[in-house]
């Protein structure tokens, strides 16, 4: 009897121990629901360079980096450059609209709390323009790595799209007599400022100001575009609000003005 009241005690201890394992591992499976997004910025800023920067940002996308920071402390910003060719071939431009539509939609799907900002300057702009389209222009042939504007769905998870020197209709046309009109989708155009430096010749009606097409990450509208994301996003206005021209491209939008440039 000793034994048979031993064995029964030992299995009883085996079965607690056991049943002790089992929820102690179906714990330690189940990490906290917010470790996955540990990696993830708060902010992610995905921008085109214009033609022939070198690869990454560019030097406006790079004021308009260093401006958002400024504004957004203790927030944790990532960036992105679109990966292109930013050539005189404006076809490949296409490259840049895909890569950019890409990692938008990854972004959205792996760090879905994360806020985007889409940005662009030049021939930069027209790509990023170009990716918030919601609709293919009639005869427009795909290029490989698109099949079509990017999903509603995702449009939830861009804050801000800022364009600098968007080319006119007129200047697409000479770069290239097939390019369609660059159009802001309708998910897209409340949130999106378009900034064109009066005389610069890419995107002001007769403009004729060559130096004003590269003045954008001196001229405070880097400034400006970071004080309207940073708003997009959330964080304190810095400036009140004025009208800035936006060329040919798209209507007005209302844009902060000019702040102090940074390191100055």
Not at 96 to 115: F, L, M, Q, V
Not at 141 to 146: E, F, Y
Not at 213 to 231: E, L
Request: glycine content about 10%; some cysteine; charged content about 10%.
């Amino acid at each position: 009897m000793g034994t048979l009241a031993a064995r029964a005690a030992l299995s009883t201890i085996f079965v607690a121990v056991a049943i002790a394992a089992i929820l102690a591992s179906s714990f330690a499976a189940s990490p906290p629901a917010n470790a996955a997004d540990d990696s993830c910025p708060a902010v992610e800023v995905v921008f085109a360079r214009g033609t022939f920067e070198a690869p990454g940002v560019g030097a406006t996308g790079q004021a308009f980096v260093d401006a958002l920071n400024a504004r957004l402390p203790g927030k944790t910003v990532d960036v992105y450059g679109v990966a292109y060719p930013a050539s005189l071939e404006f076809g490949r431009a296409a490259e840049g609209i895909a890569d950019a539509s890409h990692k938008i939609e990854a972004i959205a799907t792996s760090c879905p709390a994360t806020r985007i900002v889409l940005g662009g300057y030049s021939q930069g702009a027209a790509v990023a323009g170009y990716t918030t389209a919601d609709t293919v222009p009639e005869g427009f042939a795909l290029p490989d790595g698109l099949t079509g504007p990017m999903p509603a769905s995702i449009a939830s998870h861009v804050s801000a799209v800022v364009l600098f020197g968007t080319p006119s209709g007129g200047i697409l046309h000479l770069l290239d007599g097939n390019a369609p009109s660059i159009n802001i989708g309708a998910l897209y155009a409340a949130k999106t400022q378009q900034l064109c430096a009066p005389g610069d010749p890419i995107c002001f009606p007769g403009g004729l100001d060559r130096s004003a097409h590269s003045s954008y990450k001196t001229n405070g509208m880097a400034d400006q575009a970071a004080d309207f994301a940073a708003r997009q996003l959330g964080a304190p206005s810095q400036a009140a609000t004025v009208q800035q021209t936006a060329g040919e491209v798209g209507a007005s939008q209302p844009a902060a003005a000019p702040a102090p440039a940074l390191g100055s």
